[in-house]
């Protein structure tokens, strides 16, 4: 899988103190993107899914620090990613089932597809959307503009 990085102590992205993991990869190039380095796909560094379930769970649980899990990118649910994502994640909620894992998409929820909404079923928060640079809205909680949308798994809108 492509990676951008991993942030293992992220209080932004995500509820209380977070692994992210930013996947390599968008096809959106949203203008205004925070991250737009995450847009190239063969930027960034390939790594094993094996070696990133071990660094992604070693740093969950390092110095005893509750972190939950955060999924950024890059767009995560490209067609390439969802393989390894699904393995990754499955394997993540397993091992910490009491942790809150957050995805964010540029997708929209009504336009995923059978393979990405079964990627999503081990995700806690979804927050779905293109950031739109003319929505932006820093007073909003997970979302940098208004149109994108905060599902959670009881599937209660936020």
Excluded at 6 to 22: Q, S
Excluded at 65 to 76: A, D, K, T, W
Excluded at 136 to 155: E, K, P, T, W, Y
């Amino acid at each position: 899988m492509r990676i951008a990085g991993i942030n293992k102590n992220d209080v932004v992205n995500g509820e209380g103190i977070c692994v992210a993991l930013f996947t390599q990869g968008c096809p959106f190039h949203c203008k205004g993107c925070f991250n737009s380095e995450t847009w190239d796909y063969d930027g960034g560094k390939e790594v094993s899914i094996s070696d990133l379930i071990s660094e992604i769970e070693t740093a969950i649980a390092a110095n005893g620090v509750p972190r939950n899990f955060s999924i950024l990118g890059g767009e995560p649910l490209i067609e390439r990613n969802l393989e390894e994502l699904k393995i990754l994640l499955s394997t993540i909620k397993k091992d910490f089932p009491h942790i809150t894992i957050f995805l964010w998409t540029g997708f929209t929820i009504e336009e995923l597809t059978s393979t990405q909404k079964e990627v999503t079923q081990y995700i806690d928060v979804l927050i779905d959307g293109q950031y739109n640079e003319k929505l932006r809205d820093v007073s909003l909680h997970l979302r940098g503009s208004s149109n994108q949308r905060i599902f959670r798994a009881n599937n209660k809108d936020s």
